[in-house]
């Protein structure tokens, strides 16, 4: 497995374009547009940072695991995940299962602007949520 870089850091947002007149108004970065990623129930902004990005999520369900994150931290957005680029994905989820890592995607799924991602299950990577992400 061959991790190249934080591809992005994922962020819980209650409202989407109040985050985002934040972050381009105030913080002068420039989003991508949005995309609606219906089997992960979010809304989806990246703003392009450098060389890595920040990904913006609201939910589109209130059951969706982003209005999950938002009620367990007092109804307040905040960090959610990080996300690591890989060169091949499929190569990289066998890798983390061969060292005995816990995936939540043991396939990889679709994510925003056509990535191929998969994440790891938080209690396997000490708490944080990770992404792994494969970009063309
Ligand atoms: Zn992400």
Do not use: W
Request: aromatic share 4%; proline share 4%.
């Amino acid at each position: 497995m061959n991790i190249n870089r934080v591809d992005h850091i994922g962020i819980a947002v209650p409202n989407l374009e109040e985050a985002l007149a934040f972050y381009e108004g105030v913080l002068g970065l420039k989003s991508n547009g949005s995309e609606v990623i219906e089997d992960q129930k979010v809304k989806v902004a990246f703003l392009p940072c450098g060389d890595s990005e920040l990904e913006l999520l609201e939910s589109t369900e209130p059951d969706g695991p982003i209005a999950k994150f938002i009620k367990k931290n007092g109804g307040r957005g905040g960090i959610q995940h990080v996300a690591l680029r890989v060169d091949n994905i499929e190569k990289a989820i066998e890798d983390m299962k061969a060292k005995g890592m816990r995936m939540l995607d043991e396939k990889p799924r679709y994510g925003a602007g056509g990535a191929k991602i998969a994440f790891c299950h938080p209690k396997s990577s000490l708490g944080v949520l990770l992404e792994l992400t494969e970009r063309q």
